[in-house]
């Protein structure tokens, strides 16, 4: 189980543990400060993640990063489709 305060130094073995936490401390359907561009792990395509969890518009893969590190694309998490 997580700690609800580990936040920025809190480590995750993968996308669903970073999309439950954001989900957990209410982040998940707040806007970033920035937006960032992620290339689908799933199907390839590209789209501009805008919130902490977001999904890609084309198969439904459900992306997440925390808000400590969503200054940067390579900390976001792939969750799984329809996560």
């Known amino acids: 189980m997580l700690n609800s305060?580990?936040?920025c130094s809190g480590s995750f073995e993968n996308g669903k543990q970073v999309v439950d936490k954001i989900?957990?401390?209410g982040y998940a359907v707040q806007n970033m400060p920035n937006s960032l561009q992620?290339?689908?792990e799933e199907c390839g395509n590209?789209?501009?993640m805008i919130k902490y969890e977001d999904?890609?518009?084309i198969c439904?893969?459900?992306f997440g990063v925390t808000p400590c590190h969503a200054y940067?694309?390579?900390f976001?998490?792939?969750a799984g489709k329809n996560y």
């Open 72 to 74: 940067d694309a390579q």
């Open 23 to 25: 989900r957990m401390m």
């Open 76 to 78: 976001v998490k792939a």
């Open 60 to 62: 439904g893969m459900v």
């Open 5 to 7: 305060h580990e936040g």
């Open 46 to 48: 590209e789209f501009t």
């Open 38 to 40: 992620i290339n689908c």
């Open 55 to 57: 999904s890609c518009p």
